[in-house]
């Protein structure tokens, strides 16, 4: 007789569902809602095209309203309405991350704490919204209560194989998950991950960033043992000394086979400036569906379409579908920032 064990898979695999949680006017979004909400339906316009939407919202009835303005009677049909209080909207760093059984037939939903990135911001009802979705009976599988631990999706890249690629300066941040030293961290995941082996990047961070470097902004995990990662060529970019150095430790590390890895550049946005503030723009923060690469476009042409030649090279057959993120980016996210994915 087998065991039945599982694994974190890799994002490219065969996806269930995807979450969203949607802004609403007692969210930091207030003073931009009209603007926030039509990139949101953007999102939901091109997911449910291509596979089932989960949305939480405390307003299921106005967004109803505003998703009908677009999407079809056949997109709607994959759209499930949650009703649920929210602080935010991020559903990467709140949501469940998603386990898969050998056997292909079940799956683990681990509920980590979500703590505000380090208790920078309110995260209560976030927090809360993993536990109430499971007890709707709205998720099926296996609950798994991680809240003894701090941890965001936003955090983790996983190859499918066992390998979860996280950073240092994020984990090892205040407020997360002290007094615990990163070999008691790195046990932690490898446990709850069920990973053999975790690779930590220590440099590169984005200007405006809250999360303390997440993963998911900086390095990228494609198939073929490929990782995405931001470039920086001007030296005069106050980010160019970080990812360079981020840049020089991707270039040394190995596979689990012990090979080098295939390198794909990003290229580094144009500062954008929101009030005297720049904000944490990035082509990293793509998010991979079911038949396709949604990314972020930031209104510069010439790096957009930089980014999607790049983002088809590490994910050939796969549709590239742009999304103007530059209203995400006024709350220091991006796209893949928004989502999180749900498999089997």
């Not at 703590?115 to 979705?133: L, P, S, T, V």
């Not at 955090?155 to 240092?168: C, M, P």
């Not at 690779?199 to 043992?225: C, E, K, Q, Y």
């Not at 550049?265 to 009030?275: K, V």
Request: hydrophobic share 40%.
């Amino acid at each position: 007789m087998t065991t039945n064990t599982f694994r974190m898979p890799a994002e490219w695999e065969r996806q269930t569902a995807v979450q969203l949680t949607w802004p609403h006017a007692a969210t930091d979004w207030q003073y931009m809602l009209s603007e926030i909400d039509d990139t949101y339906i953007d999102i939901a316009d091109a997911i449910s095209l291509r596979e089932h939407l989960i949305i939480v919202t405390p307003e299921p009835e106005r967004v109803a309203a505003l998703l009908k303005q677009k999407l079809s009677d056949e997109q709607m049909a994959k759209v499930t309405l949650f009703k649920c209080d929210t602080d935010d909207t991020w559903a990467r760093d709140h949501g469940f991350i998603t386990l898969v059984s050998s056997d292909g037939i079940s799956r683990r939903l681990l509920d980590f704490r979500f703590n505000g990135w380090g208790e920078k911001f309110k995260a209560e009802n976030d927090n809360a919204i993993n536990r109430q979705m499971f007890d709707a009976g709205l998720l099926g599988g296996e609950y798994s209560d991680e809240l003894d631990f701090v941890l965001e999706g936003g955090a983790i890249e996983s190859d499918g194989k066992g390998t979860v690629f996280t950073t240092s300066g994020c984990l090892m941040a205040p407020n997360r998950n002290q007094p615990l030293s990163q070999a008691d961290i790195e046990k932690r995941l490898m446990q709850s991950l069920c990973a053999r082996r975790i690779v930590w990047i220590d440099h590169g961070n984005l200007v405006g960033d809250d999360t303390d470097g997440h993963i998911d902004t900086l390095v990228r995990v494609a198939p073929n043992d490929t990782l995405l990662y931001v470039a920086c060529s001007d030296r005069n970019d106050e980010q160019y000394d970080g990812l360079h150095l981020m840049e020089e430790q991707l270039k040394c590390l190995l596979t689990d086979e012990g090979k080098p890895y295939r390198l794909i550049p990003l290229p580094s946005p144009r500062a954008i400036y929101d009030g005297g503030e720049r904000l944490p723009a990035t082509y990293a923060n793509f998010l991979v569906i079911n038949g396709a690469v949604l990314y972020p476009t930031y209104a510069q042409p010439d790096l957009d379409e930089e980014a999607r030649q790049a983002l088809a090279m590490a994910f050939p057959g796969l549709e590239l579908v742009g999304i103007d993120c530059r209203s995400i980016i006024k709350q220091h996210g991006s796209l893949h920032c928004c989502t999180m994915q749900l498999y089997r």
